[in-house]
Structures are given as structure tokens and as C-alpha cells.
């Protein structure tokens, strides 16, 4: 099973400034891999897939890049609705994982 | 608009039996695979199952092969998924999503889930 790592788990910003997330894989997923959002109370929402490709309706404040086993989720300028949880999951192989979250949340 | 509505959910007791449906509408269900995640109270998401849009295709987590299974009935464009032999760590949110139009095996659209506890 490919194990995804996401850091850091929590991630302390303000409105404006500009959040890195990070997901590692314990092999390479090629770029086989997309990156969710869940705010509380709600279901998650694509908004990468194949590492890099915007899901449609998604800001384009957010943005993905990598390959392999390292990949980043960045989202240039945070806005107020931008703070909630975010998931990354390959489907390179079965089973198809997810990681284990990072919580963007206001500093 | 895509729309997934799952329902089934409750409290069963460990060893007992559950049935979760997802009504899908918005799109042409029969031409979608669809998979039920699951999330534990506070924790991440796991994928539990998921099947191919004329149903030949399935296949399970490991946590639950044996113990659930996968249906659809594109008549009634509905997803299933039977849940037998209970434990405590089955409690979670289900979730049915459809799989991505790019043909990769991401998750497009989701229901609002269905809590499943299994408590004594």
C-alpha cells in the first residue's frame, strides 16, 4: 500500500498570505495524484487532480505541482474561505490512499 | 447538476448488518464508476469500495472484503453497499462519489454522507 505524508499537520496563516502544503509518497505515484479541501461539516471537494490540473470552478489562487513522491499544494494568497482541511490521494495503485490532512487554520 | 444523496445510516450493534444507498441524479449514472470513502469521527478518509458503471468491475479495502459489498442498480440509479459483520472501527461517515471525468481514479462528486455507528 503507497502511504501518503502530509506536513505539516497544521499550518497557522493569516488572510493574504501564502500557504505550502506538502505530500509525500512512500513510492512514486507519477502523477497520479489530487488534492482535496473539506471544510467542517461538509463533504471534501476536488480541487487537483493529476497533480497539477485545476478541478472545475477552482480559484486559480490554488495551485499544484511535483512528480514522483513529492508534491505541494499552494495557494498564493489565502482568503477567509480558504481555511479548513485539505487531503491529498493518488491512484497510481490499489488501494487508492489518502493522506493524512493538514489543517490550514488562522493565525 | 450532479447530485449524490446517501442514506442508510444508524446505530447497529458490532456483528450486525447495515444497508447504505446513494441516489445519484444529474448525470447518466449507468456511464460512472462509483465508490463509497468513509471518514472515522475526527479522522482522515479512507476508501472502502467501489465499482464500475455496468457493475462487472469491483473492488475493496482490505479492512472490509469479506464483509461488504458493492452494488449498483442503474435502473434506479442507485448505489449500494451492504454492510455485514460490524466492528467498532466501522463507525465513520460514508460517503458515495463518482469517479472523476478524466478517467483517473479521483474522486469528483460526493453525497453529504451517511453515519454509520456500531455500538453495543
Known amino acids: 500500500e503507497i502511504v501518503l505524508t502530509q506536513s505539516p499537520a497544521t499550518l497557522s496563516l493569516s488572510a493574504g498570505e501564502r500557504a505550502t502544503l506538502s505530500c509525500r509518497a512512500s513510492?512514486?505515484?507519477?502523477?497520479?495524484l489530487a488534492w482535496y479541501q473539506q471544510k467542517p461539516g461538509q463533504a471534501p471537494s476536488l480541487l487537483i487532480y493529476?497533480?497539477?490540473n485545476r478541478a472545475t470552478g477552482v480559484p486559480a489562487r490554488f495551485s499544484g505541482s511535483g512528480s514522483g513522491t513529492d508534491f505541494t499544494l499552494t495557494i498564493s494568497s489565502l482568503e477567509p474561505e480558504d481555511f479548513a482541511v485539505y487531503y491529498c490521494?493518488?491512484?497510481?495503485?490499489?488501494?487508492?490512499?489518502f493522506g493524512g490532512g493538514t489543517k490550514v487554520e488562522i493565525k | 447538476e450532479v447530485q449524490l444523496l446517501e442514506s442508510g445510516g444508524g446505530l447497529v450493534q458490532p456483528g450486525g448488518s447495515l444497508r447504505l444507498s446513494c441516489a445519484a441524479s444529474?448525470?447518466?449514472?449507468?456511464?460512472?464508476?462509483m465508490y463509497w470513502v468513509r471518514q472515522a469521527p475526527g479522522k482522515g478518509l479512507e476508501w472502502v469500495s467501489g465499482?464500475?458503471?455496468?457493475?462487472?468491475?469491483?473492488i475493496y479495502a482490505d479492512s472490509v472484503k469479506g464483509r461488504f459489498t458493492i452494488t449498483r442498480d442503474n435502473s434506479k440509479n442507485t448505489l449500494y453497499l451492504q454492510m455485514d459483520s460490524l466492528r467498532a472501527e466501522d463507525t465513520a461517515l460514508y460517503y458515495c462519489?463518482?469517479?472523476?471525468?478524466?478517467?483517473?481514479?479521483?474522486?469528483?462528486?460526493w453525497g453529504q454522507g451517511t453515519l454509520v455507528t456500531v455500538s453495543s
Open positions: 462519489a463518482r469517479r472523476h471525468g478524466s478517467g483517473n481514479y479521483y474522486f469528483e462528486s
Open positions: 444529474g448525470f447518466t449514472f449507468s456511464s460512472y464508476s
Open positions: 465499482i464500475s458503471g455496468s457493475g462487472g468491475s469491483i
Open positions: 513510492q512514486s505515484v507519477s502523477s497520479y
Open positions: 493529476d497533480a497539477s
Open positions: 490521494q493518488q491512484c497510481s495503485k490499489w488501494p487508492l490512499t
